[in-house]
């Protein structure tokens, strides 16, 4: 019988330990892929959820095609008509967990079962197009949200990457340049795990031969991943000796009230396009989350959360739209300046999938079923309404597909795909 082995278990060798962590939660392994050359250019992602839904009557267009009849919500974006594409009965099967909105966490990764005993999450889209760029810029890619550390970003190893709340503390991170003596401590503590997992070589193998023959090989996939990992920290740590880029706005100041809902959206809205024409990033997630308060929205007395399981309350649908609309103005906002700026090769919007949608196609019965999706810019063909016409939803992991393909991503399937999603 095999000994049972402390979950607090270092490997230590010559002054420096290894931390073991519980198994099931191995560190990430990153992909890389060659870039595709100055010449052209760069290819961005930017994903938008809204995990309280968006209310089906005010968002979804009756008609098809390009002469579809404006609704209440798309009136606010109208005038992006001709660079977004709608689409309508698709989404992820089997997403039913044992807590109503376990979806949000699998609305990236089409993963099956959310919240179910022994439920294990898949690798997110964001992450898939991440890892196929690798350090092309100084962060492969940002994760953010509006109230917590929660994120809808996951590994090839299901660990989700916490999200980043403070707009003030992203800004300080990506453009303000430190003292010397700052960089260079930052440079030597990426450096110094550089040789840690050969040192405890000897270590790692007696441990092996202690565990179970299924923990043989999730310790290979972790030791595989601390190696990626090393790599990683000499990748990044050329970053650290090159300058920041200079820019002209001013640090945003973070609104620490989770009430001012809007506030908190329009404030990571704003940095997106300051994130994409610096190339620090071209991969970011937002997750617009239920902050559990009533929004500061005029005419609004409910908490947005309580408002989206309104039960045909018309009252309570009216606070609801209030709420919504705010952040599809928000989301207005970020389309006008991913037109207006750009860099050499044109307006950010031309080279930038951006998805926009939401877990839940009625949150008032939290069904996660017929999503409201839609996807923006990136050179596809767009100003129309593409509905999924069959008793079932089709693949919204087949949208997915196409998303990955115009990152570069050489891939024909992801997450629940049956193919890649065509238009025109």
């Given at each position: 019988m095999r000994k049972p082995i402390d979950r607090r278990t270092f490997l230590r060798a010559s002054g420096v330990a290894l931390a073991l962590p519980l198994l099931e939660t191995m560190q990430p392994s990153l992909l890389h892929a060659a870039t595709s050359g100055d010449a052209a250019a760069p290819r961005r992602m930017v994903n938008i959820c809204n995990t309280l839904g968006i209310y089906p009557e005010a968002w979804l267009p009756k008609q098809t095609g390009a002469g579809y009849e404006t609704t209440e919500y798309l009136r606010i974006i109208d005038k992006h008509r001709e660079h977004y594409s709608l689409f309508s009965n698709y989404s992820h099967?089997?997403?039913t967990g044992r807590q109503p909105h376990n979806s949000e966490v699998t609305f990236l990764t089409a993963a099956r079962g959310p919240g179910r005993d022994g439920f294990k999450n898949t690798i997110s889209i964001d992450q898939m197009a991440a890892n196929h760029l690798g350090y092309v810029t100084r962060f492969p890619s940002v994760t953010l949200g509006t109230a917590s550390g929660q994120s809808q970003s996951y590994t090839a190893n299901g660990v989700m990457i916490p999200a980043e709340i403070s707009p003030a503390r992203l800004f300080r991170k990506m453009f303000l340049a430190g003292a010397p003596e700052e960089v260079e401590r930052e440079t030597r503590n990426l450096a110094s795990g550089g040789s840690i997992l050969d040192r405890v070589r000897a270590e790692a193998s007696a441990l092996r031969r202690r565990v179970s023959s299924a923990d043989q090989v999730r310790l290979d996939?972790?030791?595989a991943a601390v190696r990626t990992a090393e790599q990683e920290l000499s990748e990044a740590g050329a970053w650290l000796k090159r300058p920041k880029p200079v820019v002209e706005e001013d640090q945003p100041t973070?609104?620490?009230d989770k009430a001012d809902l809007i506030g908190r959206v329009g404030l990571l809205f704003n940095m997106v396009p300051l994130i994409l024409e610096t190339d620090s990033s071209r991969v970011i997630s937002i997750m617009i989350?239920?902050?559990?308060?009533?929004p500061q929205v005029e005419g609004v007395n409910g908490s947005h959360h309580n408002l989206s399981h309104h039960g045909q309350d018309e009252a309570k649908i009216a606070q609801l739209k209030k709420i919504e609309a705010e952040i599809i103005g928000e989301f207005d906002g970020?389309?006008?300046k991913l037109r207006e700026r750009g860099d050499s090769h044109g307006p950010l919007l031309d080279s930038t999938t951006v998805l926009f949608g939401s877990n839940l196609g009625n949150a008032n019965s939290h069904e996660p079923k017929h999503l409201p999706i839609l996807v923006a810019g990136g050179g596809l063909s767009h100003g129309k309404h593409h509905r999924h016409e069959a008793e079932h939803d089709a693949p919204l992991s087949n949208l997915y597909v196409t998303l990955l393909q115009a990152m570069g991503v050489e891939t024909d399937r992801f997450g629940?795909?049956?193919?890649?999603?065509t238009w025109s």
């Open positions: 099967e089997d997403q996939a972790y030791y973070d609104i620490p989350q239920d902050h559990g308060v009533v970020l389309l006008t629940q795909s049956t193919g890649s999603l």
